[in-house]
T-cell receptor, first 112, second 118 residues
Framework: GDSVTQMEGPVTLSEEAFLTINCTYT??????LFWYVQYPGEGLQLLLK?????DKGSNKGFEATYRKETTSFHLEKGSVQVSDSAVYFC???????????FGTGTKLQVIP | GAVVSQHPSRVICKSGTSVKIECRSL??????MFWYRQFPKKSLMLMAT?????????EQGVEKDKFLINHASLTLSTLTVTSAHPEDSSFYIC??????????????FGPGTRLLVL
């Protein structure tokens, strides 16, 4: 079945540091890929998505590229801020967009 | 953006009682709603998919008689945990898909409900 593997956290970075959160997936067919973010005390919010190979999703300075050859969708940001502290979930959707499979989530803590 | 609410945000109940959790789409019509369960330090696990006006589709291993799902309108779905036991304690999250939007693969998530069964 479909699965998503992302790096375990927590990840602690200083403000303005470069961020990478790795995500790899296993799926049949051609899934859509997502990054969701969960800020403390809030629900999950869609951060960015990519629907086909080589697409790059981007939002709020974050970006991720759909790499079919390496089955990866790594999340990157050039300069993190304290306000980026949250839990980040990599996810995929396949089979007519009915079901979303999530990774375990990576907690990011950015310190001033 | 689209907003999904859940009520209550936190509930504590005695073992053997039933608990109802509501999920509402506030500014869009949700033809499909999803219920997830999140264990500590683990990913969200899909429990069931509900379509408005029809029976929910449960994932393998999820007891449909224990987790009753009703999706009576385009803006409301409920999850009832019947005869709750301590092992049912968890974080329950709903999501909704905007049936009128061209971006139908996007799900909007509620803030979650923390259930503690004593």
């Amino acid at each position: 079945g479909d699965s998503v593997t992302q790096m375990e956290g927590p990840v602690t970075l200083s403000e303005e540091a470069f961020l990478t959160i790795n995500c790899t997936y296993t799926a049949t067919g051609y899934p859509s890929l997502f990054w969701y973010v969960q800020y403390p005390g809030e629900g999950l919010q869609l951060l960015l998505k990519a629907t086909k190979a080589d697409d790059k999703g981007s939002n709020k300075g974050f970006e991720a590229t759909y790499r079919k050859e390496t089955t990866s969708f790594h999340l990157e940001k050039g300069s993190v801020q304290v306000s980026d502290s949250a839990v980040y979930f990599c996810a995929l959707s396949s089979g007519g967009y009915q079901k979303v499979t999530f990774g375990t989530g990576t907690k990011l803590q950015v310190i001033p | 953006g689209a907003v999904v609410s859940q009520h209550p945000s936190r509930v504590i109940c005695k073992s053997g009682t039933s608990v109802k959790i509501e999920c509402r789409s506030l500014d869009f019509q949700a033809t499909t709603m999803f219920w997830y369960r999140q264990f500590p330090k683990k990913s969200l696990m899909l429990m069931a998919t509900s379509n408005e006006g029809s029976k929910a589709t449960y994932e393998q291993g999820v007891e449909k008689d224990k987790f009753l799902i009703n999706h009576a309108s385009l803006t409301l779905s409920t999850l009832t945990v019947t005869s709750a036991h301590p092992e049912d304690s968890s974080f329950y999250i709903c999501s909704a898909r905007d049936g009128t939007s061209g971006s139908q693969e996007t799900q909007y998530f509620g803030p979650g409900t923390r259930l503690l069964v004593l």
